[in-house]
């Protein structure tokens, strides 16, 4: 395959009228003066194979995967990182001009590099951290939190079944903690991050009690809409550091912008606006 006269990209999902990924990504192709386009792709379960077959015959050099295809693009692609494999979801997809179709996961670099950015003094070996929730996005932050050297991951989950699964499947680092004790353990913990869509824009507050969390805690969210959700703002009022959730939209897109065009792009003030408009 050679490479195509414009490069183009894209973000596979469903509904996928509601992602920010091409503001983002156009953003960044008009700063760098890149020749390349970047689209919201909708396809169905059903369509989800011939799509990613045929896009690289079309001028695509990649694309993101988001829900609900994450898990299922694995049985489609011919390489996948062992980041990707070991979370058991991919978020970019590069096609190769040698044809192959290569899955990687880049939410944990995302999620990393934002509370590295936004909480500079948190040093991951230095004690617990407290994860809310156990869907898709909890994988990939306790893939990278055991990665960075957290000792100890204190799991809290409404279904208890899928904390114990996530214990059952990374190990013992992790401790499985009730829901509704959650509350109860924040005075351990370093760092306490929100996985799950409670507090954003139409979804239910998070309720968990916050009295335990000791100022400096850093205090992060995976929901950016509203940007300032409730558990940042208590946080905040209560002198932990806190760190907003758009910046790992922002950081996962890092990689998969590189391989498809070309050039490292930063992430600024600039580009959070563009994305925020
Ligand atoms: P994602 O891929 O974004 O992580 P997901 O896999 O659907 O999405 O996971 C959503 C997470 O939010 C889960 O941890 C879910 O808890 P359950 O496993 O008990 O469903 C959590 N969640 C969603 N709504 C919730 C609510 N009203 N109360 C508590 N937790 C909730």
Redesign the pocket.
Known sequence: MTRPDVPLAGVIGNPIGHSRSPLMHKYWLQRYDLLGDYVRLQVAERDLESVVRTLPRMGFVGANVT?PH?TAVLKIADFISDRATLIGAANTLIFREDGIIHADNTDGYGFMTNVRNGAPDWDPKSGPAVV????????AIIVALADAGVPQILLA???RN?AEALRAEFGQRITVVD?VQAGNVLEEAVILIN????GMTG??ELRVPLDGLRPGTVVTD?VYTPLQTGLLQKAAAMGCVTVDGLGMLLHQGVPGFERWFGQRPEVDEALRAAVLA
Do not use: H
């Open positions: 829900i994450k809310l929730g156990a869907g898709g996005a909890a994988r989950n409404r279904t899928k829901w996985t799950t869509s409670l979804q239910p995976i």
